[in-house]
């Protein structure tokens, strides 16, 4: 066997070893996007049917507040169009949505001092608020994720195997800036 042959089969080996390496890596990425968007998926539909058991205790005791309780459930039903459809462009406007309701609810339901005082509305308050706080967790971990798998499909020599394979973007999920700005308290209690 001539040696420039066997020098020639070893470089094509690495090299076809170092283009698996790279396509399974990607892979990894990818499915570490979907794994991080089913977690942020478990606790949107946890959320989603708590908030119903939320606007009803509130109905109980918010009789002249039904413009609050509808944009509520208003938003929880946006939420769920867009989780369901895997839009997350929607999705992030939607729990923009959802977020400020949530927000000009428990705002509001302090003007009621026998709903604050209802142990109903305690839990639901608490675990609602654990779940804000879970979905904004996953939230970064997913973003974090997507990051990677975005610079990796665009970095030479990954971008030739993301081309070649189909690998796509995946898309942040971002809130709107209004989530981002203060509440107007004064607007609130209008």
Same mark, same amino acid.
């Given at each position: 066997?001539?040696?420039?042959?066997?020098?020639?089969?070893?470089?094509?080996?690495?090299a076809v070893f170092y283009f698996i390496s790279l396509y399974n890596h990607l892979v990894q990425l990818k499915h570490g996007v979907s794994r991080a968007w089913a977690n942020i998926d478990v606790l949107l539909k946890?959320?989603?049917?708590?908030?119903?058991?939320?606007?009803?205790?509130?109905?109980?005791?918010?009789?002249?507040?039904?413009?609050? $309780?509808?944009?509520?459930?208003?938003?929880?039903?946006? +939420?769920?169009? =867009? #989780?369901?459809? *895997?839009?997350?462009? %929607?999705?992030?406007?939607?729990?923009?949505?959802?977020?400020?309701?949530?927000?000009?609810?428990?705002?509001?339901?302090?003007?009621?001092?026998?709903?604050?005082?209802?142990?109903?509305?305690?839990?639901?308050?608490?675990?609602?608020?654990?779940?804000?706080?879970?979905?904004?967790?996953?939230?970064?971990?997913?973003?974090?994720?997507?990051?990677? $798998?975005?610079?990796?499909?665009?970095?030479?020599?990954? +971008?030739?195997? =993301? #081309?070649?394979? *189909?690998?796509?973007? %995946?898309?942040?999920?971002?809130?709107?800036?209004?989530?981002?700005?203060?509440?107007?308290?004064?607007?609130?209690?209008?």
């Amino acid at each position: 066997m001539d040696i420039s042959f066997i020098v020639t089969l070893v470089v094509l080996a690495v090299a076809v070893f170092y283009f698996i390496s790279l396509y399974n890596h990607l892979v990894q990425l990818k499915h570490g996007v979907s794994r991080a968007w089913a977690n942020i998926d478990v606790l949107l539909k946890q959320r989603h049917d708590e908030l119903p058991k939320l606007v009803e205790t509130c109905k109980q005791h918010m009789g002249y507040e039904q413009k609050t $309780l509808e944009a509520v459930m208003q938003a929880r039903s946006a +939420v769920a169009n =867009a #989780r369901e459809a *895997g839009n997350v462009g %929607a999705l992030g406007k939607a729990e923009t949505q959802l977020r400020l309701g949530l927000g000009n609810l428990f705002a509001v339901a302090e003007d009621y001092p026998e709903l604050t005082a209802s142990e109903s509305f305690h839990h639901l308050h608490s675990r609602i608020t654990g779940l804000e706080s879970g979905i904004a967790d996953r939230r970064e971990y997913y973003n974090d994720s997507v990051n990677r $798998l975005n610079v990796r499909i665009e970095q030479f020599p990954d +971008v030739i195997i =993301a #081309r070649r394979f *189909g690998f796509k973007a %995946a898309e942040l999920l971002e809130f709107d800036e209004a989530e981002l700005a203060d509440v107007d308290m004064k607007q609130l209690f209008n």
